[in-house]
Protein backbone atom coordinates (compact mmCIF):
# COMPACT_ATOMS: atom_id res chain seq x y z
CA UNK A 1 0.00 0.00 0.00
CA UNK A 2 1.13 3.83 -0.55
CA UNK A 3 0.15 6.98 1.46
CA UNK A 4 1.84 9.62 -1.15
CA UNK A 5 5.14 8.54 -1.38
CA UNK A 6 5.33 6.37 1.59
CA UNK A 7 4.96 2.64 1.27
CA UNK A 8 3.22 1.16 3.67
CA UNK A 9 4.27 -2.80 4.30
CA UNK A 10 3.42 -5.34 7.07
CA UNK A 11 5.52 -5.12 10.22
CA UNK A 12 6.39 -7.69 12.60
CA UNK A 13 3.84 -7.59 15.66
CA UNK A 14 6.99 -7.81 18.36
CA UNK A 15 8.04 -4.94 16.19
CA UNK A 16 4.98 -2.80 16.07
CA UNK A 17 5.03 -3.39 20.25
CA UNK A 18 8.67 -1.51 20.00
CA UNK A 19 8.71 2.10 21.24
CA UNK A 20 12.24 2.20 19.17
CA UNK A 21 11.52 0.41 16.68
CA UNK A 22 8.48 2.75 15.92
CA UNK A 23 10.48 5.93 16.31
CA UNK A 24 13.33 4.92 13.91
CA UNK A 25 10.35 4.47 11.21
CA UNK A 26 8.48 7.68 12.14
CA UNK A 27 12.23 9.37 11.47
CA UNK A 28 12.57 7.75 8.41
CA UNK A 29 9.20 8.97 7.20
CA UNK A 30 10.20 12.33 8.03
CA UNK A 31 13.45 11.66 6.20
CA UNK A 32 11.36 10.79 2.99
CA UNK A 33 9.26 13.86 3.38
CA UNK A 34 12.13 15.98 4.06
CA UNK A 35 13.76 14.84 0.92
CA UNK A 36 10.45 15.83 -1.13
CA UNK A 37 9.61 18.72 0.02
CA UNK A 38 12.53 20.95 0.77
CA UNK A 39 15.12 18.89 -0.66
CA UNK A 40 19.02 18.44 -0.36
CA UNK A 41 20.62 21.64 0.10
CA UNK A 42 20.08 21.80 4.07
CA UNK A 43 19.01 18.85 6.53
CA UNK A 44 16.57 19.06 8.88
CA UNK A 45 19.38 19.13 11.95
CA UNK A 46 21.10 21.69 10.23
CA UNK A 47 18.02 23.78 9.60
CA UNK A 48 17.45 23.38 13.20
CA UNK A 49 21.18 24.96 13.61
CA UNK A 50 19.82 28.10 11.32
CA UNK A 51 16.74 28.20 12.73
CA UNK A 52 17.81 28.67 16.04
CA UNK A 53 20.22 31.27 14.49
CA UNK A 54 17.39 33.17 12.77
CA UNK A 55 15.35 33.23 16.07
CA UNK A 56 18.31 34.27 18.52
CA UNK A 57 21.27 35.75 16.67
CA UNK A 58 24.52 35.97 18.25
CA UNK A 59 23.98 33.29 20.37
CA UNK A 60 27.27 30.99 20.96
CA UNK A 61 27.54 27.71 19.55
CA UNK A 62 27.29 25.61 22.28
CA UNK A 63 23.85 27.76 23.24
CA UNK A 64 22.83 26.96 19.79
CA UNK A 65 24.18 22.98 19.88
CA UNK A 66 21.52 23.29 22.79
CA UNK A 67 18.70 24.68 20.67
CA UNK A 68 19.12 22.20 18.33
CA UNK A 69 19.64 19.13 20.36
CA UNK A 70 22.91 18.47 18.86
CA UNK A 71 26.32 17.21 20.82
CA UNK A 72 29.35 19.30 21.31
CA UNK A 73 31.39 17.58 18.08
CA UNK A 74 28.24 17.05 16.11
CA UNK A 75 27.40 20.81 16.47
CA UNK A 76 31.36 22.09 15.85
CA UNK A 77 31.63 20.01 12.70
CA UNK A 78 28.36 21.04 11.24
CA UNK A 79 29.10 24.78 12.57
CA UNK A 80 32.27 24.68 10.49
CA UNK A 81 30.43 22.85 7.45
CA UNK A 82 27.46 25.94 7.36
CA UNK A 83 30.52 28.54 7.73
CA UNK A 84 31.92 27.31 4.79
CA UNK A 85 29.05 27.11 2.50
CA UNK A 86 28.89 31.05 3.40
CA UNK A 87 25.60 30.48 5.79
CA UNK A 88 26.88 31.27 9.18
CA UNK A 89 29.01 33.69 10.49
CA UNK A 90 31.19 32.80 13.32
CA UNK A 91 33.59 35.15 15.72
CA UNK A 92 35.44 35.06 18.80
CA UNK A 93 33.47 36.77 21.80
CA UNK A 94 35.15 39.69 22.66
CA UNK A 95 34.87 39.07 26.26
CA UNK A 96 35.44 35.45 26.60
CA UNK A 97 37.91 34.11 23.92
CA UNK A 98 36.60 30.49 24.07
CA UNK A 99 33.20 30.65 23.30
CA UNK A 100 32.34 31.88 19.70
CA UNK A 101 29.09 33.91 18.77
CA UNK A 102 27.38 32.41 15.43
CA UNK A 103 24.92 34.40 13.09
CA UNK A 104 23.21 33.75 9.76
CA UNK A 105 24.93 35.40 6.89
CA UNK A 106 22.46 37.01 4.15
CA UNK A 107 23.00 33.28 2.19
CA UNK A 108 21.76 31.60 5.51
CA UNK A 109 18.40 33.88 6.03
CA UNK A 110 17.94 33.71 2.58
CA UNK A 111 17.92 29.88 3.11
CA UNK A 112 15.58 30.37 5.82
CA UNK A 113 13.29 32.09 4.11
CA UNK A 114 12.94 29.35 1.28
CA UNK A 115 13.02 26.45 3.03
CA UNK A 116 10.55 27.56 5.14
CA UNK A 117 7.52 26.83 3.20
CA UNK A 118 8.55 22.65 2.44
CA UNK A 119 9.41 22.81 6.21
CA UNK A 120 5.82 23.36 7.04
CA UNK A 121 4.71 21.03 4.53
CA UNK A 122 6.57 18.54 6.10
CA UNK A 123 5.41 19.08 9.65
CA UNK A 124 1.81 18.98 7.92
CA UNK A 125 2.51 15.61 6.26
CA UNK A 126 3.70 14.05 8.72
CA UNK A 127 0.65 14.98 10.93
CA UNK A 128 -1.91 13.77 8.14
CA UNK A 129 -2.67 10.12 9.68
CA UNK A 130 -3.83 12.10 13.01
CA UNK A 131 -6.85 13.99 14.41
CA UNK A 132 -6.03 17.07 16.31
CA UNK A 133 -6.45 15.18 19.95
CA UNK A 134 -3.93 12.94 18.51
CA UNK A 135 -1.14 15.23 17.21
CA UNK A 136 -1.18 17.10 20.63
CA UNK A 137 -0.95 13.71 22.60
CA UNK A 138 1.83 12.72 20.18
CA UNK A 139 3.79 15.70 20.86
CA UNK A 140 3.22 15.81 24.25
CA UNK A 141 4.32 11.84 24.36
CA UNK A 142 7.20 12.61 22.12
CA UNK A 143 8.93 15.66 24.08
CA UNK A 144 8.50 13.23 27.18
CA UNK A 145 10.44 10.53 25.58
CA UNK A 146 13.25 12.80 23.93
CA UNK A 147 13.33 14.02 28.05
CA UNK A 148 12.38 17.65 27.75
CA UNK A 149 12.34 19.76 30.73
CA UNK A 150 8.46 20.23 31.92
CA UNK A 151 8.25 23.75 30.95
CA UNK A 152 9.28 22.53 27.82
CA UNK A 153 6.54 20.20 27.47
CA UNK A 154 4.01 22.21 28.94
CA UNK A 155 4.98 24.85 26.39
CA UNK A 156 4.34 22.56 23.30
CA UNK A 157 0.75 21.49 24.83
CA UNK A 158 -0.50 25.41 23.70
CA UNK A 159 1.12 25.95 20.54
CA UNK A 160 0.08 23.80 16.66
CA UNK A 161 3.67 22.77 16.29
CA UNK A 162 5.19 24.24 13.02
CA UNK A 163 8.48 26.25 12.81
CA UNK A 164 9.87 26.45 16.37
CA UNK A 165 12.50 23.80 16.63
CA UNK A 166 11.41 23.27 19.84
CA UNK A 167 7.33 22.47 18.53
CA UNK A 168 8.02 20.41 15.33
CA UNK A 169 7.10 17.15 15.39
CA UNK A 170 10.42 15.96 13.16
CA UNK A 171 12.53 17.52 15.60
CA UNK A 172 11.07 15.88 18.64
CA UNK A 173 10.81 12.31 16.68
CA UNK A 174 15.00 12.78 15.78
CA UNK A 175 15.52 13.85 19.85
CA UNK A 176 13.13 10.78 20.95
CA UNK A 177 15.70 8.77 18.40
CA UNK A 178 19.00 10.65 19.94
CA UNK A 179 17.60 8.92 23.25
CA UNK A 180 16.90 5.59 22.06
CA UNK A 181 20.59 5.24 20.29
CA UNK A 182 22.26 6.56 23.81
CA UNK A 183 19.73 3.65 25.59
CA UNK A 184 20.85 1.53 23.45
CA UNK A 185 24.42 2.06 23.33
CA UNK A 186 24.61 1.45 27.37
CA UNK A 187 21.89 -1.50 27.38
CA UNK A 188 22.67 -3.47 24.64
CA UNK A 189 25.87 -1.97 23.44
CA UNK A 190 27.53 -2.25 19.81
CA UNK A 191 27.75 -5.83 19.23
CA UNK A 192 24.31 -5.96 17.16
CA UNK A 193 22.11 -2.28 15.98
CA UNK A 194 18.80 -1.75 16.50
CA UNK A 195 18.14 -2.27 12.71
CA UNK A 196 19.94 -5.38 12.78
CA UNK A 197 18.43 -6.90 16.04
CA UNK A 198 14.91 -6.09 14.04
CA UNK A 199 16.21 -8.39 11.38
CA UNK A 200 16.86 -10.89 13.43
CA UNK A 201 13.82 -10.98 15.67
CA UNK A 202 12.05 -11.04 12.25
CA UNK A 203 14.14 -14.36 11.22
CA UNK A 204 13.11 -15.78 14.88
CA UNK A 205 9.87 -15.55 14.14
CA UNK A 206 9.54 -16.16 10.31
CA UNK A 207 12.57 -18.51 10.02
CA UNK A 208 13.04 -19.44 6.20
CA UNK A 209 11.23 -16.59 4.20
CA UNK A 210 13.06 -14.51 1.58
CA UNK A 211 15.22 -11.37 2.22
CA UNK A 212 12.78 -8.57 0.73
CA UNK A 213 9.95 -10.07 3.20
CA UNK A 214 12.34 -9.22 5.90
CA UNK A 215 13.09 -6.28 4.88
CA UNK A 216 9.43 -5.13 4.97
CA UNK A 217 8.28 -7.10 8.32
CA UNK A 218 11.81 -4.64 9.70
CA UNK A 219 11.03 -1.32 7.38
CA UNK A 220 14.17 -1.22 5.86
CA UNK A 221 14.35 -0.09 2.08
CA UNK A 222 16.09 -3.17 -0.57
CA UNK A 223 19.55 -0.83 -0.44
CA UNK A 224 19.80 -0.95 3.30
CA UNK A 225 18.56 -4.58 3.66
CA UNK A 226 21.41 -5.90 1.08
CA UNK A 227 23.97 -4.54 2.49
CA UNK A 228 22.57 -5.17 6.08
CA UNK A 229 22.52 -9.08 5.41
CA UNK A 230 25.60 -9.37 3.24
CA UNK A 231 26.87 -8.12 7.06
CA UNK A 232 24.95 -10.59 9.07
CA UNK A 233 26.21 -13.46 7.06
CA UNK A 234 29.62 -12.64 7.10
CA UNK A 235 29.56 -12.49 10.67
CA UNK A 236 27.94 -15.57 10.54
CA UNK A 237 24.56 -14.52 11.97
CA UNK A 238 22.71 -15.53 9.08
CA UNK A 239 22.11 -18.03 6.74
CA UNK A 240 21.24 -17.17 3.16
CA UNK A 241 20.49 -19.28 0.08
CA UNK A 242 18.82 -19.34 -3.14
CA UNK A 243 15.00 -20.07 -3.32
CA UNK A 244 14.64 -23.26 -5.40
CA UNK A 245 11.74 -22.54 -6.96
CA UNK A 246 13.20 -19.15 -7.41
CA UNK A 247 16.81 -18.32 -8.12
CA UNK A 248 15.89 -14.58 -7.96
CA UNK A 249 15.32 -14.20 -4.38
CA UNK A 250 16.78 -15.11 -1.09
CA UNK A 251 16.30 -17.22 1.77
CA UNK A 252 17.41 -15.97 4.77
CA UNK A 253 17.30 -18.05 8.27
CA UNK A 254 18.95 -17.30 11.80
CA UNK A 255 22.71 -19.37 12.28
CA UNK A 256 23.00 -21.15 15.69
CA UNK A 257 25.58 -17.85 15.92
CA UNK A 258 22.50 -15.54 15.28
CA UNK A 259 19.91 -17.22 17.70
CA UNK A 260 22.93 -16.68 20.80
CA UNK A 261 23.68 -13.26 19.50
CA UNK A 262 19.74 -12.62 19.86
CA UNK A 263 19.07 -14.20 22.97
CA UNK A 264 22.10 -12.22 24.40
CA UNK A 265 21.01 -9.38 23.09
CA UNK A 266 16.82 -9.90 24.12
CA UNK A 267 17.43 -8.27 27.82
CA UNK A 268 19.24 -5.50 27.05
CA UNK A 269 16.39 -4.73 24.25
CA UNK A 270 13.52 -5.11 26.69
CA UNK A 271 16.09 -2.75 29.20
CA UNK A 272 15.71 -0.08 26.27
CA UNK A 273 12.24 -0.12 25.50
CA UNK A 274 10.56 0.19 29.09
CA UNK A 275 13.41 3.43 29.40
CA UNK A 276 12.10 4.56 26.51
CA UNK A 277 8.33 4.86 27.78
CA UNK A 278 9.61 5.63 31.62
CA UNK A 279 9.14 9.04 31.40
CA UNK A 280 5.58 8.70 30.37
CA UNK A 281 2.45 7.41 32.91
CA UNK A 282 2.23 3.71 33.29
CA UNK A 283 -1.51 4.17 31.78
CA UNK A 284 -0.21 6.11 28.35
CA UNK A 285 2.42 3.68 27.10
CA UNK A 286 -0.41 1.57 24.65
CA UNK A 287 -1.52 4.82 23.79
CA UNK A 288 1.72 6.64 22.64
CA UNK A 289 2.39 3.11 20.97
CA UNK A 290 -0.82 3.72 18.88
CA UNK A 291 0.49 7.59 18.24
CA UNK A 292 3.94 6.25 16.79
CA UNK A 293 2.07 3.46 14.84
CA UNK A 294 0.50 6.22 13.06
CA UNK A 295 2.85 8.40 12.24
CA UNK A 296 5.03 5.83 11.49
CA UNK A 297 2.53 4.98 8.91
CA UNK A 298 2.11 1.58 10.29
Keep these: ???????????????????????????????RLWTEQVGSEVTAPQFAVLLALALEPGADQRTVGELASLDKATMAEMVGRLVRRGLVLRRRDPSDGRRKLLSLSPNGTQLVREATAGVVRVQRTLFEPLDEADRQDLVTALA??????????????????????????GYLIRVAQQVHTRLWNEHVGPEVTAPQFSVLDVLAHEPGIDQRTVGERASLDKATMAEMVSRLVRRGLLLRRRDPSDGRRNLLALSPAGHEVLRQCAPGVQTVQRLLLEPLPDGEHDRALELLRKAARL
Design 1 to 31: MVLGEIEITRTSEALMQAPGHLIRVAQQVHT
Design 144 to 169: RIARLEPVAIAALTVAQPLLDAQRAV
